[in-house]
Protein backbone atom coordinates (compact mmCIF):
# COMPACT_ATOMS: atom_id res chain seq x y z
CA UNK A 1 0.00 0.00 0.00
CA UNK A 2 0.76 3.64 -0.60
CA UNK A 3 2.60 6.01 2.09
CA UNK A 4 2.04 9.68 1.01
CA UNK A 5 3.60 11.99 3.13
CA UNK A 6 1.78 15.83 2.86
CA UNK A 7 3.04 18.73 4.00
CA UNK A 8 2.16 21.15 5.74
CA UNK A 9 0.08 19.33 8.13
CA UNK A 10 -1.64 22.70 8.99
CA UNK A 11 -1.64 26.64 8.45
CA UNK A 12 -2.84 30.15 8.87
CA UNK A 13 -2.76 32.61 6.43
CA UNK A 14 -3.35 35.71 5.59
CA UNK A 15 -6.40 36.93 2.71
CA UNK A 16 -4.81 37.47 -0.78
CA UNK A 17 -1.72 35.73 -0.19
CA UNK A 18 -1.06 31.75 -1.57
CA UNK A 19 -0.10 28.50 -0.15
CA UNK A 20 1.62 25.65 -1.41
CA UNK A 21 1.12 21.99 -0.25
CA UNK A 22 3.20 19.43 -1.14
CA UNK A 23 2.52 15.32 -1.47
CA UNK A 24 5.29 12.71 -1.98
CA UNK A 25 4.46 8.87 -2.33
CA UNK A 26 6.74 6.78 -1.86
CA UNK A 27 6.01 4.83 -4.79
CA UNK A 28 5.77 5.41 -8.36
CA UNK A 29 2.26 6.25 -9.71
CA UNK A 30 0.34 7.44 -12.54
CA UNK A 31 -1.97 9.78 -11.51
CA UNK A 32 -2.39 11.85 -8.24
CA UNK A 33 -5.61 13.44 -7.25
CA UNK A 34 -5.91 16.21 -5.09
CA UNK A 35 -9.51 16.87 -3.19
CA UNK A 36 -10.76 19.29 -0.86
CA UNK A 37 -12.92 18.68 2.18
CA UNK A 38 -14.81 21.36 3.92
CA UNK A 39 -15.93 21.52 7.53
CA UNK A 40 -18.71 18.67 7.89
CA UNK A 41 -17.84 17.97 4.33
CA UNK A 42 -17.21 14.93 2.59
CA UNK A 43 -14.43 15.41 -0.22
CA UNK A 44 -14.55 17.34 -3.64
CA UNK A 45 -12.10 15.99 -6.06
CA UNK A 46 -10.22 19.52 -7.06
CA UNK A 47 -8.27 18.38 -10.26
CA UNK A 48 -6.43 14.96 -11.08
CA UNK A 49 -2.33 15.73 -11.92
CA UNK A 50 -0.94 13.28 -14.14
CA UNK A 51 3.18 13.18 -14.50
CA UNK A 52 4.05 15.56 -18.05
CA UNK A 53 1.09 16.93 -18.78
CA UNK A 54 -1.70 19.46 -17.38
CA UNK A 55 -3.59 18.71 -14.70
CA UNK A 56 -7.20 18.05 -15.39
CA UNK A 57 -9.94 19.95 -13.42
CA UNK A 58 -13.38 19.56 -11.96
CA UNK A 59 -16.36 21.58 -12.72
CA UNK A 60 -15.98 24.86 -10.07
CA UNK A 61 -11.59 24.88 -10.26
CA UNK A 62 -9.64 26.52 -12.31
CA UNK A 63 -6.15 26.83 -12.44
CA UNK A 64 -5.10 30.02 -11.89
CA UNK A 65 -7.01 29.50 -8.64
CA UNK A 66 -5.40 26.09 -7.85
CA UNK A 67 -2.05 25.60 -10.24
CA UNK A 68 -0.79 21.96 -9.67
CA UNK A 69 2.51 20.70 -10.70
CA UNK A 70 3.98 17.22 -11.18
CA UNK A 71 7.33 17.29 -12.00
CA UNK A 72 7.81 13.05 -11.50
CA UNK A 73 5.91 9.88 -11.17
CA UNK A 74 6.54 10.44 -7.39
CA UNK A 75 5.52 13.73 -6.32
CA UNK A 76 2.78 16.64 -6.67
CA UNK A 77 2.22 19.99 -5.45
CA UNK A 78 -1.52 22.39 -5.27
CA UNK A 79 -1.10 25.73 -4.84
CA UNK A 80 -4.03 27.70 -3.16
CA UNK A 81 -3.80 31.11 -5.13
CA UNK A 82 -5.28 34.84 -3.93
CA UNK A 83 -6.44 32.66 -0.87
CA UNK A 84 -10.10 33.72 0.88
CA UNK A 85 -11.88 32.18 4.08
CA UNK A 86 -13.66 31.11 1.79
CA UNK A 87 -10.81 28.51 1.06
CA UNK A 88 -10.63 27.70 4.38
CA UNK A 89 -10.77 23.64 4.37
CA UNK A 90 -8.67 20.65 4.48
CA UNK A 91 -6.57 19.24 1.19
CA UNK A 92 -5.86 16.37 0.60
CA UNK A 93 -3.57 14.19 -2.02
CA UNK A 94 -4.13 10.92 -3.00
CA UNK A 95 -3.35 8.10 -4.67
CA UNK A 96 -5.31 5.09 -6.49
CA UNK A 97 -3.60 1.21 -6.35
CA UNK A 98 -5.20 -1.87 -7.61
CA UNK A 99 -5.84 -4.25 -10.32
CA UNK A 100 -7.43 -3.24 -13.39
CA UNK A 101 -10.67 -1.17 -13.26
CA UNK A 102 -10.79 -1.97 -9.73
CA UNK A 103 -8.72 0.40 -6.91
CA UNK A 104 -8.49 1.70 -3.68
CA UNK A 105 -7.50 5.09 -2.56
CA UNK A 106 -4.35 6.03 0.01
CA UNK A 107 -4.95 9.82 1.37
CA UNK A 108 -2.31 11.66 3.19
CA UNK A 109 -3.14 12.94 6.43
CA UNK A 110 -4.17 16.22 5.06
CA UNK A 111 -3.14 20.23 4.98
CA UNK A 112 -5.74 22.53 7.35
CA UNK A 113 -6.06 25.78 5.96
CA UNK A 114 -7.16 28.64 7.66
CA UNK A 115 -7.63 31.89 5.76
CA UNK A 116 -8.04 35.35 7.74
CA UNK B 1 -28.09 14.60 -11.39
CA UNK B 2 -26.15 11.70 -9.72
CA UNK B 3 -25.88 11.94 -5.77
CA UNK B 4 -24.52 9.53 -2.78
CA UNK B 5 -26.64 10.26 0.55
CA UNK B 6 -25.25 9.57 3.90
CA UNK B 7 -26.71 9.99 7.03
CA UNK B 8 -25.61 13.27 8.53
CA UNK B 9 -26.79 12.92 12.15
CA UNK B 10 -24.39 11.38 14.12
CA UNK B 11 -25.03 7.71 15.50
CA UNK B 12 -24.92 7.58 18.95
CA UNK B 13 -24.39 3.37 20.48
CA UNK B 14 -23.61 1.73 23.06
CA UNK B 15 -20.05 -0.57 23.20
CA UNK B 16 -20.97 -3.85 22.41
CA UNK B 17 -24.11 -3.24 20.12
CA UNK B 18 -24.10 -3.30 15.95
CA UNK B 19 -23.76 0.32 14.20
CA UNK B 20 -25.86 0.63 11.36
CA UNK B 21 -25.36 3.10 8.58
CA UNK B 22 -26.54 3.36 5.59
CA UNK B 23 -25.28 4.64 1.91
CA UNK B 24 -27.68 5.11 -0.72
CA UNK B 25 -26.94 6.88 -4.37
CA UNK B 26 -29.27 7.93 -7.24
CA UNK B 27 -28.36 8.53 -10.94
CA UNK B 28 -25.04 6.01 -10.69
CA UNK B 29 -24.00 1.85 -11.81
CA UNK B 30 -21.11 1.58 -10.13
CA UNK B 31 -19.14 -1.67 -10.54
CA UNK B 32 -18.13 -1.70 -7.07
CA UNK B 33 -18.41 0.45 -3.61
CA UNK B 34 -15.95 1.55 -1.14
CA UNK B 35 -16.17 1.82 2.71
CA UNK B 36 -13.40 4.29 4.27
CA UNK B 37 -13.30 5.47 8.29
CA UNK B 38 -11.96 8.64 8.57
CA UNK B 39 -10.58 10.38 12.27
CA UNK B 40 -10.30 13.81 13.16
CA UNK B 41 -7.65 15.47 11.57
CA UNK B 42 -6.47 12.64 9.27
CA UNK B 43 -7.30 11.38 6.07
CA UNK B 44 -9.99 8.72 4.75
CA UNK B 45 -8.40 5.21 5.34
CA UNK B 46 -9.81 2.69 3.11
CA UNK B 47 -12.01 -0.77 5.07
CA UNK B 48 -13.97 -2.66 2.19
CA UNK B 49 -14.26 -3.04 -1.28
CA UNK B 50 -17.56 -4.51 -2.47
CA UNK B 51 -18.41 -5.68 -5.99
CA UNK B 52 -21.59 -5.09 -7.85
CA UNK B 53 -21.76 -8.85 -8.13
CA UNK B 54 -20.86 -9.30 -4.72
CA UNK B 55 -23.97 -9.09 -1.63
CA UNK B 56 -22.06 -9.30 1.71
CA UNK B 57 -18.49 -8.84 2.31
CA UNK B 58 -16.97 -9.07 5.91
CA UNK B 59 -13.68 -8.08 7.44
CA UNK B 60 -13.11 -8.83 11.57
CA UNK B 61 -16.30 -7.08 12.83
CA UNK B 62 -17.30 -5.37 9.90
CA UNK B 63 -20.24 -6.52 7.48
CA UNK B 64 -20.71 -4.68 4.05
CA UNK B 65 -24.25 -5.36 2.26
CA UNK B 66 -24.60 -3.63 -1.85
CA UNK B 67 -27.48 -4.23 -2.94
CA UNK B 68 -27.41 -2.62 -6.81
CA UNK B 69 -31.75 -3.12 -6.94
CA UNK B 70 -32.23 -0.50 -3.97
CA UNK B 71 -29.19 1.31 -5.00
CA UNK B 72 -28.30 1.14 -1.32
CA UNK B 73 -25.19 -0.12 0.61
CA UNK B 74 -25.45 -1.09 4.54
CA UNK B 75 -22.08 -0.61 6.39
CA UNK B 76 -22.53 -2.50 9.69
CA UNK B 77 -19.76 -2.62 13.10
CA UNK B 78 -20.87 -5.28 15.13
CA UNK B 79 -19.52 -5.82 19.08
CA UNK B 80 -18.83 -1.88 19.05
CA UNK B 81 -15.78 -0.27 20.32
CA UNK B 82 -15.49 3.29 21.55
CA UNK B 83 -11.80 2.43 19.30
CA UNK B 84 -14.50 2.25 16.49
CA UNK B 85 -15.85 5.78 17.16
CA UNK B 86 -14.91 8.14 13.80
CA UNK B 87 -16.50 8.79 10.45
CA UNK B 88 -17.60 6.13 7.44
CA UNK B 89 -17.27 7.57 4.02
CA UNK B 90 -18.77 5.08 0.86
CA UNK B 91 -17.25 6.23 -2.12
CA UNK B 92 -18.13 5.25 -5.85
CA UNK B 93 -16.46 4.53 -8.85
CA UNK B 94 -17.28 6.75 -11.96
CA UNK B 95 -18.36 5.25 -15.34
CA UNK B 96 -15.08 6.58 -16.77
CA UNK B 97 -11.90 5.78 -15.72
CA UNK B 98 -10.63 5.72 -11.69
CA UNK B 99 -12.65 8.50 -9.86
CA UNK B 100 -14.37 8.06 -6.68
CA UNK B 101 -16.86 10.23 -5.58
CA UNK B 102 -17.76 10.25 -1.98
CA UNK B 103 -20.45 10.50 0.27
CA UNK B 104 -21.06 12.74 2.55
CA UNK B 105 -20.25 10.24 5.67
CA UNK B 106 -21.75 9.39 9.00
CA UNK B 107 -20.01 10.10 12.14
CA UNK B 108 -20.13 7.39 14.38
CA UNK B 109 -19.56 8.02 18.42
CA UNK B 110 -19.20 4.61 20.45
CA UNK B 111 -19.93 4.67 24.06
CA UNK B 112 -18.32 2.76 26.72
Not at chain 1, 50 to 77: H, M, W
Request: aromatic share 8%.
Amino acid sequence: SAVISQKPSRDICQRGTSLTIQCQVDSQVTMMFWYRQQPGQSLTLIATANQGSEATYESGFVIDKFPISRPNLTFSTLTVSNMSPEDSSIYLCSVEEGQGAITEAFFGQGTRLTVV
Amino acid sequence: SQKIEQNSEALNIQEGKTATLTCNYTNYSPAYLQWYRQDPGRGPVFLLLIRENEKEKRKERLKVTFDTTLKQSLFHITASQPADSATYLCALDEAAGNKLTFGGGTRVLVKP
